[in-house]
């Protein structure tokens, strides 16, 4: 009887042992599924973060080409508007071309009336040379430009009427108006020719006579001066 006590009790411990055994062989998971909810939070929300960064990304990306499309369609636009101003300046420089050659077509048409009776001169240089000794000369002596036609080949000039009243009774004054042609010529050789409309002027305006010569002196005058400047190193 004793003996099955003993027995009874050591089984009792044994059993009270192996339970406890077994509950603390269990793991506790509760910590491990908290740490696994804070990290499926946390890819969530990098998740959610990495697919806005995505989204404002396309759109900028977006902006960026429709930017670019801007561009692109701006250059066109400018080089297009360049080309169309090219070629209306290409072709204003065309009609000025033609204008200018028609004048001095019609220019050379009428001198040929207008040169008779002027005094003329070749001189050794080219035109270009001559028609700025022209230009320089008449500047000098007070004659603005009424008309300037100048092409290769050909130069027409008109000045204002230049007045000089009388000083007094005893001494007229004059006014005077020069119509001077250049023509190129072979050799750098050019054609000077000059035209004066020469009168004398007395007191009150009255308008004097003056004869073929002294006009013709008047007209020699400036071919002179012309020929004076030419010879010049300064001016050649």
């Not at 004793?2 to 603390?24: D, F, I, M, P, Y």
């Amino acid at each position: 009887m004793r003996n099955e006590t003993l027995l009874v009790r050591w089984s009792l411990q044994v059993g009270s042992l192996l339970v406890l055994a077994a509950v603390g062989c269990t793991p506790d998971e509760s910590p491990f599924r908290a740490e696994n909810e804070v990290l499926k939070r946390q890819v969530i929300k990098q998740e959610s973060l990495l697919s806005s960064l995505q989204d404002g990304s396309k759109v900028m990306q977006q902006q960026i080409d429709l930017l670019n499309q801007e561009i692109r369609d701006a250059k066109s636009t400018t080089e297009a508007a360049k080309a169309e101003a090219k070629h209306q300046a290409e072709q204003l420089e065309l009609q000025l071309a033609e204008t200018k050659r028609m004048i001095a077509t019609q220019m050379t048409e009428s001198l040929k009336v207008e040169e008779k009776g002027a005094q003329s001169d070749t001189l050794p240089r080219p035109m270009p040379t001559v028609a700025k000794v022209v230009e320089d000369a008449l500047a000098r002596n007070g004659y603005h430009l009424k008309v300037s036609v100048k092409t290769d080949q050909r130069a027409v000039y008109v000045t204002e009427r230049k007045i000089s009243n009388p000083a007094s009774l005893e001494v007229t004054g004059s006014r005077n108006q020069y119509l001077i042609s250049l023509q190129a010529l072979p050799d750098s050789l050019t054609k000077l020719g000059v035209k004066a409309e020469f009168e004398r002027v007395a007191q009150g305006g009255r308008i004097l006579t003056v004869s073929h010569e002294e006009t013709s002196e008047i007209e020699r005058r400036l071919i002179n001066e012309i020929n004076k400047a030419l010879e010049s190193p300064a001016k050649t």
